[in-house]
C-alpha cells in the first residue's frame, strides 16, 4: 500500500474525486488507476486533470524511500529498460532509484556499451528489446521523435526522458510539483525562463505544462538564442533580463548548451554572464519569496552566480528530490494503465 498524503487535491465545490489510485491522492480522471495515453511522450499527451493526478500522486511517492517505508511492491514482476543515448546524471539515476522503489526489475543499457557502437539504428535496437518483452522503455534520444518512434515500434510503454531539442516531460512536472510545494499554486505566478530558449527540450515542456496551470510565462535570452514561434504558445519573450526578473515568482534558469551549437550565438561566455546571468543583484527585482530553479547541469559563472545557486533562494536540489518522486508516480499510473489494458 502507498503512504498517504494529507492536504490532496480536492475540487473547489467540495465533492469527492477518489476513484482509485494511492490512498489519500484524490484522482481527477476517471481511469482508476492509469493515465488515458499508453506512453508518456510529451506534456500535449496530458490533460490538466492528469497533470494534477500525476502531481498529486508523486506527493504520495515522496515517503516512499523514507526509513519507514523503504519500498513498495507496485511494480513487482515487470521489467523496465533505460535506454539512454546521451549522457545524463539526474534523470537516469532518478528512473532507476524510482524504478527500484517500486520494486521493478531495472535494466540500464547506454549507447557506448550497446550494438548501437557497432551501427545498430534506433528502430532495430527497440525491435530487439520488445523482442525480450519488457513492460516499459525510458529513452533518451538526441533526436527529435525518438519517443514517438519507438512507441510506434513496440507494445512496451515508452516513457520519453528527453528527445533532442523537443520535449524533457518528466522534468517539466518535477519542476511543476517545487513550484506547487513551494509556493503552494502555480496558477497566476510569473515564472521566468531564462538562458538557451532555442534548444532546450526542458522550456518546451514547461511552457506547455505551466500555461495549461494557469502561470504566466516569460521567457528571456539573447535574440540568436530565442524561439520564433514564442507568441503562438502563449509566452511573452524579451531580451531583457532585467524584465523577466521583474517582479517574478519564480526564476527558472536553462543551461547553455554549447554541445548543440553550431557557429557562434554569443561572443563568449563571459560576456553572457555579464548580460544574462543571474547575480544577486539581479535578483533583487525579483519578488521577495521568488525561488530560483534550474534543471541541472549547472555552468556556474555563465547562467548563474555561485552565491544564487546555493542562496536561501534556491529550489535546485529539490527539484532533484523531487524528480524521484514524479518518476515514480509516471510509472506507476503507467503500469495501472498497462493492467487494465491486459484485463480488458
Keep these: 500500500m502507498l503512504p498517504v498524503t494529507e492536504g490532496a487535491r480536492r475540487p473547489a465545490d467540495g465533492t469527492s474525486t477518489d476513484r482509485g489510485g494511492p490512498p489519500g491522492v484524490r484522482p481527477v480522471v476517471d481511469t482508476p488507476s492509469g493515465l488515458r495515453a499508453k506512453d508518456l511522450l510529451s506534456i500535449s499527451d496530458l490533460s490538466t486533470d492528469e497533470i494534477l493526478l500525476i502531481l498529486d500522486t508523486a506527493e504520495a511517492m515522496k515517503e516512499v524511500g523514507t526509513r519507514t517505508?523503504?519500498?513498495?511492491p507496485t511494480l513487482r514482476g515487470q521489467t523496465v529498460v533505460n535506454l539512454f543515448f546521451e549522457a545524463s546524471t539526474r534523470t537516469r539515476t532518478s528512473f532507476e532509484i524510482a524504478e527500484k522503489r517500486l520494486s521493478a526489475d531495472t535494466l540500464n543499457v547506454a549507447a557506448t556499451g550497446s550494438s548501437v557502437a557497432k551501427g545498430e539504428t534506433l528502430a532495430d535496437t527497440v525491435r530487439n528489446l520488445e523482442a525480450m518483452a519488457p513492460d516499459m522503455i525510458v529513452l533518451r534520444h538526441a533526436s527529435a521523435g525518438a519517443g514517438h518512434l519507438a512507441a510506434r515500434l513496440c507494445r512496451a510503454r515508452v516513457i520519453n526522458a528527453g528527445d533532442g531539442m523537443h520535449e524533457h516531460p518528466t522534468q517539466a512536472l518535477l519542476d511543476a510539483l517545487t513550484i506547487r510545494q513551494r509556493k503552494g499554486r502555480v496558477e497566476g505566478l510569473k515564472v521566468s525562463i531564462i538562458g538557451d530558449l532555442l534548444h532546450s527540450r526542458v522550456l518546451r515542456s514547461n511552457v506547455l505544462l505551466l500555461r495549461a496551470l494557469g502561470a504566466e510565462v516569460c521567457a528571456c535570452g539573447p535574440a540568436t538564442l530565442m524561439l520564433p514561434d514564442m507568441a503562438r504558445l502563449g509566452v511573452r519573450a524579451t531580451t531583457s533580463v532585467d524584465e523577466a526578473v521583474e517582479g517574478a515568482d519564480v526564476i527558472m534558469l536553462l543551461r547553455i548548451q554549447l554541445e548543440r551549437m553550431r557557429g557562434y550565438f554569443f561572443p563568449s561566455?563571459?560576456?553572457?554572464?555579464?548580460?544574462?546571468?543571474?547575480?544577486?543583484?539581479?535578483?533583487?527585482?525579483?519578488?521577495?519569496?521568488?525561488?530560483?530553479?534550474?534543471?541541472?547541469?549547472?555552468?556556474?559563472?555563465?547562467?548563474?552566480?555561485?552565491?544564487?545557486?546555493?542562496?536561501?533562494?534556491?529550489?535546485?536540489?529539490?527539484?532533484?528530490?523531487n524528480g524521484v518522486a514524479v518518476r515514480m508516480a509516471v510509472l506507476y499510473l503507467l503500469a495501472g494503465a498497462r493492467q487494465e489494458e491486459r484485463g480488458s
Excluded: C, W
Design 269 to 321: 561566455q563571459r560576456e553572457y554572464f555579464r548580460q544574462f546571468g543571474m547575480t544577486m543583484a539581479r535578483l533583487r527585482r525579483a519578488k521577495p519569496d521568488v525561488i530560483i530553479m534550474h534543471p541541472g547541469p549547472m555552468n556556474r559563472g555563465v547562467e548563474i552566480a555561485s552565491e544564487v545557486a546555493d542562496g536561501p533562494d534556491s529550489v535546485i536540489l529539490a527539484q532533484v528530490a
Design 69 to 72: 517505508i523503504k519500498k513498495v
